[in-house]
């Protein structure tokens, strides 16, 4: 078992709750529920009584608790990274936008002598994790100076962004000035932090203050462009998920692209086996760069 679980483990024990751990481990709920099964597996028995959402200590939590924290401890006392192991390590990369997080997935690992995960979070939470060496490389567009931190001289991708727009918008936001299109319904994932700053980044710079339409996830968004009901503002990678016949997508000016970069702390330098991993990133990215330039036809520029 790796000691990250533990960490899951006691700090949900902390608050006696998934969401609050969540918070503070800037871990997702799925993931943070799916680690504490398979913890549970490994041990043999449950670690909480579950009253539907609610959880509380069993007896076998309650008496693995004070090792438990023990362990961790000790571990941050050596600067033993909480999520590695020893027999083959693993390496973490924090990505602060969702949609490289997707893309990494579709690039998997094969080095049979360690393997990468990617972990989702917001910019300043992931680089005070690679401070802390809670993670090994960070992937933000935040620019940071920290005596600490290195950062890739040149951006690993400079990401397009682009609006989807029902087809027959095509007469009106072609010819479309900044008022008419704030007349527009914007449309936006209500529980996704990074859409809702990269809608307002594009009505910023247009100088506009549209209506916004809250949805809970991308098949709402599907949905909405198709009846006509607004537009959406979405990283060029992302097309491939909107991608249909009556959806048209308009490239937004070069000046709302978004460059990100591969951040390392600097101690790290000699950690066994990091520099297959960064080489490993960047070719990723690389990749995902060329499918992004590989934009489907239906595609014109916003003037």
């Known amino acids: 078992m790796s000691i990250e679980k533990l960490e899951y483990f006691y700090v949900i024990a902390k608050y006696n709750s ?3 751990a969540s918070q503070e481990l800037f871990v997702g ?34 008496e693995i608790l004070p090792f438990v924290k023990r362990i961790i401890e000790e571990a941050r006392k050596i600067h033993f990274p909480l999520y590695q192991r ?10 602060s936008e969702s949609v490289f997080l997707f893309e990494a997935g579709e690039y998997p690992c094969t080095n049979e002598a360690y393997t990468i995960t990617y972990t989702h979070a917001a910019p300043l ?35 397009k962004i682009v609006l989807a727009a ?40 247009f100088q506009i203050a549209p209506e916004y339409l809250y949805c809970q996830d991308s098949l709402g968004i599907h949905k909405w462009l198709h009846l006509q009901k607004g537009v959406c503002v979405i990283h060029a990678i992302e097309k491939e998920w909107l991608a249909n016949e009556w959806v048209h997508f308009f490239s ?9 970069y591969l951040y390392k702390n600097k101690s790290n330098s000699e950690l066994f086996g990091i520099e297959e991993v960064e080489a490993h990133v960047k070719q990723l990215f690389k990749e995902i760069a060329r499918k992004e330039n590989d934009c489907p036809e239906n595609v014109s520029s916003y003037n």
């Open 166 to 205: 029902n087809s027959s918008m095509i007469p009106a936001l072609s010819q479309a000035t900044p008022e008419s299109l704030a007349k527009l319904p914007f449309i936006v994932l209500s529980d996704h932090l990074g859409h809702q700053q990269l809608t307002q980044r594009m009505t910023d710079y």
């Open 252 to 260: 937004l000016p070069p000046a709302l692209s978004l460059e990100y």
């Open 18 to 20: 998934l969401s609050k």
């Open 86 to 95: 020893v027999e083959r390590p693993t390496f973490k990369v924090g990505v």
């Open 125 to 159: 939470a992931l680089l005070n994790q690679l401070k802390q060496k809670e993670v090994d490389l960070v992937i933000t567009n935040s620019l940071v100076d920290d005596p600490q931190l290195e950062r890739t001289p040149l951006p690993l991708i400079r990401s």
């Open 29 to 62: 709920i799925s993931s943070l529920s799916s680690a504490l099964k398979s913890l549970e597996n490994e041990l043999g028995y449950e670690l909480f009584t579950r009253y539907g959402k609610k959880l509380m200590l069993s007896e076998e939590g309650k």
